[in-house]
Every structure is written in C-alpha cells, then in structure tokens.
C-alpha cells in the first residue's frame, strides 16, 4: 500500500480562520488514521501579502489544536526547506526542463499590453485567452520577465475527486499562465505542483475553490511527467444564512479570537470536523481519537456547511463539562475575576465546581464567580427585569427577603441539604412559587444574571455573607 502523505500548505498573509483550520485539519486525520506523514509547508512566495508574525500565528494556532506535523517549520526534514522563499533555485531548475521541452516562454508583454488583449477580447464578446496571443519569438528567459506555461495541445480533462466525484472540463479552461513571476518568485499553480512532487505528498486536500484551476495542474502535471496525487476539494464553509461562502463580515473571527473568547481545542476541531463531515450517525461530540478512527474523505458532503457559532458555543460547553476539575482548574487560570487573585485554591475549585456545567466559554468565568470574590454592586434592574419578580410590589419583594434572612439566620447546620431544606420551609411559609421566591433571593445574593443551584450557591458564599447581603437588599428596597 502506498505510505499517505497530506499536507497543509497556509500563506502567512493574515490571521488563521476557522476554513484554513478545516483545511489543516481533513489532511491531517487521514493522515493519522492511515499511519502516515503529515507535512506542513508554508507558501509565502506572494511577498506584497506577506504579514509580519502571520507564520508564528499559523504554527502556535496549529500546536495549540494539537495539528502536529511529521516535517515543516520547527521540525524539519529530509524534503526541506519548507518555505516555497527558500526554494527559489529548484523551482527554477524544474521551469528550465519546460523551457527546453519548448513549454514555457518569456512573457514579452507588459500589464498595459495584456489589458489591451482582454478589452479586444470583451469587445469581441470572446472569452479572453492568453494564448491567442501568444508571442511568436519570444525572447530567451532571463529572469526578469515572467515566465509561462505554454500549453501545447488543449484538450478535455477528466479526473476523480474523492469528495466531488467524476469531473470534467473541456480546453476552454486551459491557458498560458504564469509560472514564475517577475520577481523571480513562482506562482502557487507551478510551485505547489513541483513541491508535492518532490515531498512525496500522496493526497492534496483543499478548499472548493481551487477547483476550476485543477485542469490547468492537470495539464501542467501532463507536461512535467509527474503521476498526479490524489486530488480532493473540500466544501466551502457558508456564512449563517448559508447562502454564501463565509467572510470576514459575516462576523467570523479569528480561531486566535476563539481561543482567547475561551473556546477550547477540542470543542473547535470537533465543531469544523462536523462542518461537511458526518460518519453516518447521529453522534455530534468526537473526540480526537474518534475523529481520526472515523475520518473518511469518502463521507464528506459536496455542498457547503453552514457556520454556526451558537452551535459551536453549545458544542464547547459540552466539552467543558466532560473535563475534570482539575483539567478545567488549570484551563482557566487566566480568567479568573480580578477579585479572585488572593483567593486560595481549594475555595477557588469549589467556586469553579459550581459553575462548570453552566460555562459554555472560559472568558465567562468572571460574569459567572465574581460575586464569590467581592462584594457585588446592587442591580435593581435585574428584579424589575424579571417577568415574575416585577408584578411585585417592593414591599412584597421586602417582606420575601425579611422573611428569608429570618429563617436562614435561624438555620443551625450551614450545608447545601439544610439550606434547601429552609429554602423549602419558606415556600410553604410565603405560599410563594420556587421561580418567584428562589429568584428573588439569587439575585439579592449575586446581582448576577446567572447563577448555580441556589443552595450550593449560599453554602458556597457562606452564612455570615448570605445574611448580609439579604439585609443590604432590603436596605435597598
């Protein structure tokens, strides 16, 4: 059987997004799964795109998802370099072999000149083809002009894709592009293709696309009698109303932004494995290892995956319950309340015990625990908000919290059993309902939207700071 190679090939040109992750990520469980070498390479040969950090951006994005690579930056190997800017001298030694096959020529044009061609071509209303206009002696390549592929016999194309299945495409797709350009750095459509070839790379699995231009690699390959790998494009991933591909203004962020929002790496390989992948069933949460077990190029959909951040938020909050206190314990470390800083250990994962099965972020941890650290602001506007709690007048509202701070002060045993035991007694005394009497002293207790359990929240908070914060609410009403 033939050893898999897969890669993952980014451009430093800006932030990581969640379709450059899926992109990574496809490439990457087949390669798992099959035993086999993933590859990361980075193509920066577009220089006037190129930003500063954007490759150290893309390799911590990649560790921090836990996509390790077999060779590339920061590991090395035998079929490096792995930046397409170090490869200048083989890319150049691959266009001699066109050039003396008579496949590649000087471009003698200038941009003027060519634009000139498109316009004729448009008045004309013909497709615009470079090789109509084609130069007949051009002059011999120095390196300076661009350098392009001459294609010799335009022809139809038919190839497999994993994903998409049959396809075809005829000669009108197929024209003299660039090969290398003027500042003698190649193109992707020459470089990717010389690159795989001498890195082995069995499998190249990209974004949608690239799919009109696979006739060209077709052709190319043909020319430099190189076998084609397999060649598989994924899905687009779709902006929430699914009626596009998905972009900045759709309101995607970064997977950086995600990872400091508190997303774990878990939650978010899942979450873009699921986007135009199923193995069948109706299982939604896959761990690492099931996703590599079950990963089939086979099983991924052809149209597009829509984006949903709120089931990606769902799906993190169920990755943060599966966690042990522990593992959550030393997640969080950087978003703990201010208030928490001179907080013990012990009290601090109690405090986070309480509120995990209600995270669906980390960043959420300080909205969730401050009132566990600090004395918390009154909030009116969280009783008149309430849809129960408003029909209330505020000496009802007063007489409730009296009568709570009555029974809990005389409350003997402080433990989160005998608190609801009392929290009961007050039901039968008040004649109250728990979502009207509950409510009221929650947030007399927290000021806070959300909370625990009521009587994990007061064994927490404790006896003294319980009854004092019920006497500043009625202070306050």
Not at 40 to 45: F, Q, S, V, Y
Not at 133 to 162: C, I, M, S
Not at 462 to 473: D, N, S, V, Y
Request: proline share 6%; net charge negative.
């Amino acid at each position: 059987m033939t050893h898999i190679r897969t890669r993952f090939a980014p451009s430093p040109t800006g932030y990581i997004h969640v379709g450059n992750v899926r992109a990574a990520l496809f490439p990457w469980l087949l390669a798992k799964q099959q035993q086999g070498d993933f590859i990361l390479r980075i193509e920066d040969t577009d220089q006037a795109r190129f930003v500063e950090g954007a490759t150290d951006l893309i390799l911590d994005t990649l560790e921090w998802l836990g996509l390790d690579w077999n060779e590339g930056p920061r590991m090395g190997g035998e079929y490096g370099p792995y930046f397409q800017t170090q490869r200048r001298e083989l890319y150049k030694e691959w266009a001699q072999k066109l050039i003396d096959k008579g496949l590649a020529y000087a471009d003698p044009y200038t941009p003027e000149e060519v634009q000139g061609f498109r316009e004729e071509a448009k008045a004309l209303k013909k497709p615009f083809l470079y090789r109509n206009h084609r130069p007949v002696n051009p002059p011999a390549w120095d390196g300076t002009q661009p350098l392009r592929f001459k294609v010799e016999t335009p022809k139809r194309y038919v190839w497999n894709d994993p994903v998409m299945g049959e396809l075809s495409a005829g000669e009108e797709v197929l024209d003299d592009f660039i090969l290398i350009k003027g500042d003698g750095l190649p193109t992707y459509n020459f470089a990717h293709i010389v690159d795989d070839y001498l890195m082995n790379v069995t499998h190249v699995i990209r974004g949608l696309e690239y799919i009109s231009s696979i006739p060209r690699y077709l052709s190319l390959y043909e020319a430099l009698e190189i076998e084609p790998p397999v060649l598989a494009c994924l899905p687009h991933i779709m902006a929430p109303d699914g009626k596009k591909k998905l972009g900045k203004r759709d309101g995607a962020k970064s997977v950086t932004d995600y990872r400091t929002d508190g997303i774990l790496p878990e939650a978010m390989l899942n979450f873009l494995a699921s986007m135009g992948w199923n193995d069948g069933t109706e299982q939604e949460i896959f761990s690492r290892e099931e996703l590599i077990e079950k990963f089939s190029l086979e099983r991924v959909q052809r149209s597009g995956a829509r984006f949903d951040e709120q089931r990606l938020l769902w799906m993190n909050g169920q990755w943060i319950r599966r966690l042990s206190l522990d593992d959550l314990y030393a997640r969080v470390e950087k978003y703990w309340p201010a208030s928490a800083e001179s907080a013990d250990e012990s009290y601090k994962k109690q405090v986070l015990g309480l509120v995990q099965d209600r995270l669906k972020t980390l960043a959420e941890l300080p909205m969730m625990t401050n009132y566990f650290f600090a004395e918390p602001t009154v909030a009116m506007e969280l009783i008149t908000s309430n849809k129960q709690l408003k029909k209330l007048s505020k000496d009802e509202q007063k007489t409730l919290l009296q009568t709570a701070h009555e029974q809990l002060a005389n409350t003997k045993m402080w433990d989160a059993e005998t608190i609801q035991s009392t929290l009961n007694t007050m039901l039968e005394i008040t004649g109250q309902k728990p979502g009207i009497l509950f409510s009221l002293i929650r947030i007399a207790t927290t000021w806070a939207p959300f909370s625990p359990q009521l009587n994990d929240t007061l064994a927490l908070l404790g006896k003294k700071i319980t009854l004092q914060r019920l006497q500043t609410a009625i202070d306050a009403l």
